[in-house]
């Protein structure tokens, strides 16, 4: 896996992965490549995708726990907050010296600074959902999720009428 990205190449990534169109069918695309990923790699992770205000995907690999619901939970608010990636949030309360957890009006219970969550981003920059993923290195967890939506806008490419 890559190293840790820094807020500019973040803020490029967000600026790359955008989609055209997304359903239900694309939900499942992307949480299978993951899960096939996950399995191939032999990774303990959790797993969600999320969008129209619901889950639409949601898988665990052995060695999780409730624990990384939960975490998905709070990076998957934090980005619907934001509108941008959980790691990127990470990156610049780390280089402002400051945690999520201490800002007076945040819920510590619900969101987090945190890497692994990554908007679901319309070509318009609207933000429809997240893909989020748990139980590595945030960056880790931020470049599954970010590649997880890549194979799907390269897939739609690839199938293109």
Not at 84 to 104: C, F, V, W, Y
């Amino acid at each position: 896996m890559s190293g840790i990205p820094s807020i500019d190449d973040v803020l490029q990534q967000e600026q790359q992965i955008r989609l055209v169109d997304f359903d239900f069918n694309a939900a499942w695309f992307i949480g299978c490549q993951i899960r096939e990923r996950a399995v191939k790699d032999n990774l303990s992770i959790a797993f969600e995708v999320y969008a129209f205000g619901q889950t639409l995907f949601l898988s665990a690999r052995p060695g999780t726990g409730r624990e990384h619901l939960e975490w998905i939970g709070r990076k998957r608010n934090t980005v619907l907050r934001s509108t941008h990636s959980s790691l990127l949030s990470e990156l610049k309360n780390k280089a402002d010296n400051i945690s999520m957890e201490t800002l007076p009006y945040i819920d510590a219970l619900q969101y987090t600074d945190s890497g692994g969550s990554f908007p679901l981003l319309l070509r318009s920059g609207a933000v429809i959902g997240a893909v989020t993923v748990s139980g590595l290195d945030s960056h880790v967890d931020h470049a599954i999720s970010a590649w997880s939506i890549r194979q799907y806008i390269t897939h739609c490419k690839a199938n293109v009428v």
